[in-house]
């Protein structure tokens, strides 16, 4: 079992910024993403960015040029810098793991990010 705990959410005015974490405890062993999705009321849930544990990421291309994922393999923690925010930034964001040989794969619980125009 895995478990993952977000932090860092909030309310910001468009333009400012905010840091995510998500700190993942219990059986972390092997090849692994992590990475952050995020849901907006009545939309589905999108990917917004993955980093491996070698350290190759991905972007949804919104965001690209305003975030960045980080990891920390020794902590096991993922980071998300999100500058320039935009009111359309706004949801929930979820921390996930992926691990590649077992397939196996958990979600944090949530974490509000909320843009005001």
């Known amino acids: 079992q895995v478990q993952l705990v977000e932090s860092g959410g909030g309310l910001v005015q468009a333009g400012e910024f905010l840091r995510l974490s998500c700190a993942a405890s219990g059986s972390i062993f092997g090849s692994n993403a992590m990475g952050w999705y995020r849901q907006a009321p009545g939309k589905q849930r999108e990917l917004v960015a993955t980093?491996?544990?070698?350290?190759?990421?991905n972007y949804q291309d919104s965001v690209k040029g305003r975030f960045t994922i980080s990891r920390d393999n020794a902590e096991n923690t993922v980071y998300l810098q999100m500058n320039s925010l935009k009111p359309e930034d706004t949801a929930v964001y979820y921390c996930h793991i992926y691990f590649r040989f077992t397939r196996a794969n958990y979600w944090g619980q949530g974490t509000q990010v909320t843009v005001s125009s």
């Open positions: 980093i491996s544990s070698t350290l190759s990421t």
